[in-house]
């Protein structure tokens, strides 16, 4: 008993810093971001790969992102 109490444990532990980890996004860091252009850029692209993918010129291409906004995405995820 004091073996399946252990293991529940840390798998209990282990889940909950899994979804914690899984929860954020990189976009979350980056200043002037908020939950509507993050969504946009997302739906645009199709996920977080795409927008990876993405040039600084693609990212302007996104409605209601300008020039300024789309470099500093960019320079935020490739650096």
Do not use: C, N, W
């Not at 979804?19 to 850029?41: A, N, Q, T, Y």
């Not at 645009?44 to 693609?58: N, T």
Request: aromatic share 4%; glycine share 10%.
């Amino acid at each position: 008993q004091v073996r399946d109490e252990a293991h529940r444990f840390a798998i209990t532990r282990h889940r909950a810093k899994r979804d914690k980890k899984r929860g954020s996004s990189i976009l979350e860091v980056i200043p002037g971001l908020g939950p509507k252009r993050r969504r946009d850029l997302l739906t645009h692209f199709g996920g977080i790969q795409g927008v990876l993918k993405a040039s600084e010129k693609d990212l302007q291409l996104v409605p209601g992102l300008g020039s300024v906004m789309a470099r500093m995405i960019y320079k935020t995820l490739h650096e």
